[in-house]
């Protein structure tokens, strides 16, 4: 299955960032994952997550251990990311 970004982005680092994110093994990823994996260094991953967020998305919950956690935009919401991001609101709220 072809990504829309794969027509427009040709950044060797962007295509292995995306291609991370892209993975049906996960459904987020960290940058600390995402950076063990293509062997970029964070701040790099950072980067290229800022640089191409017309493709990338931040989960509104954060994960476990509180880190952000990332997704391509291409990719609907689970029900736990949206039960998870209730309770992150609800968090805020209360």
Do not use: C
């Not at 970029?40 to 251990?65: F, H, M, T």
């Amino acid at each position: 299955m072809e990504h829309e970004w794969q027509r427009h982005v040709r950044e060797p680092d962007a295509v292995r960032v995306l291609t991370a994110l892209s993975s049906p093994d996960w459904d987020f990823r960290t940058v600390e994952g995402i950076s063990h994996e293509t062997g970029l260094p964070k701040d790099g991953v950072q980067e290229i997550l800022k640089k191409y967020q017309q493709w990338v998305r931040e989960s509104d919950a954060p994960g476990p251990n509180g880190q952000r956690l990332y997704t391509l935009r291409s990719r609907r919401p689970t029900v736990h990311e949206k039960i998870a991001s209730v309770q992150a609101f609800m968090e805020r709220v209360f």
